[in-house]
């Protein structure tokens, strides 16, 4: 692996890292606002989040990088447009820049669709009337 392609993995991880954090605790604001079925999407996207960062940290060192584990010191993201559209755009110039190989562009990718269409559910969400 090479330090470019390390570099990319760990902006990445710490993105997601991050963004698992923030929705983790939006679910807990909303829970205890007694919003529970607003809170579990944002539970699901936590765990996504936490699943795709744990899945690139397990390729990068699998390639020999060495990314640690997340720190509470780490800068947490709180879910909202400006840090779904970093993640959006993060994911796609990582694809588009050409400095990851071949396994790690088939799961970036992979990830990037499934974090474009989280990204597009939470934009319809904002969208709708309030009931």
Do not use: C
Not at 30 to 54: I, N
């Amino acid at each position: 692996m090479t330090k470019d392609e390390a570099a990319v993995l760990k902006g990445l991880i710490e993105a997601l890292d991050g963004g698992s954090r923030g929705f983790a605790r939006e679910a807990e604001r909303l829970e205890l606002a007694g919003l529970y079925e607003v809170a579990e999407p944002m539970r699901t996207l936590s765990g996504q989040r936490a699943r795709f960062a744990r899945e690139l940290r397990e390729l990068a060192q699998s390639l020999g990088a060495k990314i640690g584990e997340p720190h509470d010191e780490q800068a947490v993201s709180v879910p909202g447009d400006t840090n779904e559209d970093r993640a959006v755009v993060l994911y796609w110039r990582a694809i588009e820049g050409g400095r990851l190989g071949r396994e790690a562009t088939a799961l970036v990718g992979r990830q990037a669709f499934a974090l474009k269409r989280a990204h597009d559910e939470m934009r319809s969400w904002q969208r709708r009337p309030a009931a």
